[in-house]
Structures are given as structure tokens and as C-alpha cells.
Antibody, heavy 121, light 108 residues
Framework: EVQLLESGGGLVQPGGSLRLSCVVSGFTFSDYAMTWVRQAPGKGLEWVSAIGGSGDATYHADSVKGRFTISRDNSKNTLYLQIDTLRAEDTAVYYC??????????????WGQGTLLTVSS | SSELTQDPAVSVALGQTVKITCQGDTLRNFFANWYQQKPGQAPVLVIYGRNNRPSGIPDRFSASSSGNTASLAITGAQADDEGDYYCNSRDRSNNGVIFGGGTKLTVL
């Protein structure tokens, strides 16, 4: 059974940093691209970042470039999202998702339940 | 960057057919993927690529595309099909992915 479990969210002050994690099981992690998608309260889905199976290729939305860094540790079956210089508009549920095909194909067949990040003073 | 436009809300009578559309220039070059999301839950992929259904997705869901418009059709809509539907596709302008704003489907 494929499972994805995000963690690391919480209440953080503006300007702060944190790292989200997503531990996966049930498939060969290194064979698949992975993606982070976020959803602000009451809003739609927003693609954030994607990474190829080996970790060499990374992609970020223009809205987060320079502040967000996606990475992965295939030995630990874990995906990460480092978020720096947090802003109020980063408040959202962050989902990790497994990809079908290339990192930017956008086809995501398994999702975690999400972790809520709240940026507020 | 590009945009994908969806109608905010659509309704359909129980058992009837409904089409949810997604418009954007990037769809002239790339297929749309479609997701269903119910309140408090993670999105579920219902269609990907040209017209592929993941395992477990009923065959009443299908997709088509013409020009800059992609469509998700639900044939014989069921009460369980209520929810928010999102399209997404590759955004060649910034080498990323974009989502549409979502369509809330109500089954009457």
C-alpha cells in the first residue's frame, strides 16, 4: 500500500524558516518524481515544487523561487521542502504527492493528507 | 506565467452528464490532468494525460481536448461525484506546473 506522511508544519513567525518532510512507503521512492502542492485556507491548489527521482532536477514556482528548496533523501524514503523567509501568504496546507512521468507533467497519483503551516506573529 | 481558467461552479442532475472545462494557452501543447477534492480531504487524480484513468476511478469519468480547452466529462453523475475539480498542466513558460482555480460540482 502506498503511503505518504507529511510532517513539520505548525505556527511560525514571519521571517522564520522551517523544513517540511514527507516519508513514503509502498513504492520504490527513487524511481519517481515527487511534488509539493499547497492550498491556502478556503483557496485552490497551487503547485509549489517538484524534483526528479535522482534529485538532480528541481523545479519551483515563480512565487517561491529563492525561498523554497525541494530535496530528497532516497536512502530514507523522504522528501523535503525547506522554506525560508516565511511570509503570511505561505500559510497553507502543504501536500506531498507522487508523480507519474516527468517532474513537470503534473500527474500526481498518490497524495499525503497534508501538513498545515501557519505563518503569523 | 500561463493561466488555466475554470468555471467556479457547475451543477448537474443526478444521473445526467456534465462537462467541466479548463481553458489556457498551454493546453494547445500539453494535456490536462484532473483532480477531485472533497472537503477536508487530499485531492484524488481522476484523469491524467490524453484520457487515462488511475486504478479505481470509475469509467464514467473521461477527458477530451480541443485547441486551448480541456474537458472532463462525468457520464451518469452520482451523488458521490460532488466536490471540487481542478485541472492542471505543464507550464512551458516557466518550466513548472499550473493549476486551474477549481470548479465546484453540485449534484442535484
Amino acid at each position: 500500500e502506498v503511503q505518504l506522511l507529511e510532517s513539520g508544519g505548525g505556527l511560525v513567525q514571519p521571517g522564520g524558516s522551517l523544513r517540511l518532510s514527507c516519508v513514503v512507503s509502498g513504492f520504490t521512492f527513487s524511481d519517481y518524481a515527487m511534488t509539493w502542492v499547497r492550498q491556502a485556507p478556503g483557496k485552490g491548489l497551487e503547485w509549489v515544487s517538484a524534483i526528479g527521482g535522482s534529485g538532480d532536477a528541481t523545479y519551483h514556482a515563480d512565487s517561491v523561487k529563492g525561498r523554497f528548496t525541494i530535496s530528497r533523501d532516497n536512502s530514507k524514503n523522504t522528501l523535503y521542502l525547506q522554506i525560508d523567509t516565511l511570509r503570511a501568504e505561505d500559510t497553507a496546507v502543504y501536500y506531498c504527492a507522487k508523480g507519474i512521468g516527468t517532474p513537470t507533467a503534473g500527474s500526481l497519483d498518490y497524495w499525503g493528507q497534508g501538513t498545515l503551516l501557519t505563518v503569523s506573529s | 506565467s500561463s493561466e488555466l481558467t475554470q468555471d467556479p461552479a457547475v451543477s448537474v442532475a443526478l444521473g445526467q452528464t456534465v462537462k467541466i472545462t479548463c481553458q489556457g494557452d498551454t493546453l494547445r501543447n500539453f494535456f490536462a490532468n484532473w483532480y477531485q477534492q472533497k472537503p477536508g480531504q487530499a485531492p484524488v487524480l481522476v484523469i491524467y494525460g490524453r484520457n487515462n484513468r488511475p486504478s479505481g476511478i470509475p469509467d464514467r469519468f473521461s477527458a477530451s481536448s480541443s485547441g486551448n480547452t480541456a474537458s472532463l466529462a462525468i457520464t451518469g453523475a452520482q451523488a458521490d461525484d460532488e466536490g471540487d475539480y481542478y485541472c492542471n498542466s505543464r507550464d512551458r513558460s516557466n518550466n513548472g506546473v499550473i493549476f486551474g482555480g477549481g470548479t465546484k460540482l453540485t449534484v442535484l
